[in-house]
C-alpha cells in the first residue's frame, strides 16, 4: 500500500555501486554503518526516503549495510556520471554504448524527478 503522493525512493542497481564514491567505510559512525543515516551526509532515514545502498565489508571485518538519502545519492551519482567516462575504454568511444553511463544518467533522472 503506498499513500497518494508518496512514491517509493528509486533503487540504486548493484552495477552502478561501485562506480559511486563512499566516504571511508573504516571510519563510518553506528548510525552510518547500519543504514539509519545517509552514508554520506547524516541525514536520518526512513524506509520511505531511503536509498538502499547495498551491503560493504567493512575493513574490521564486520558487514555494513549502507543507505543514502536522494539528495546525497543523486549528488553521487551525478559525480559519478562527469568522473566515469574520463576511465572508460567504451565511453571514449561511444558513451550512448556504456551499460555503466547510462545507468548513472538513467539513476539521475530517476532521483531528480
Ligand atoms: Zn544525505
Ligand atoms: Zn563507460
Redesign the pocket.
Known sequence: MTAAGTRPPADVPPGLLPALEFPDLGALLAERARGAE??????PLSTATALDLGEHPSPHGTTLFLR??R???LRAVLAAYRHHPGTCEQCTDDPTLCELQRGLRRLALELRR
Open positions: 545517509c552514508l554520506w551526509g547524516g541525514e543514502g538519502c539528495a546525497c545519492t
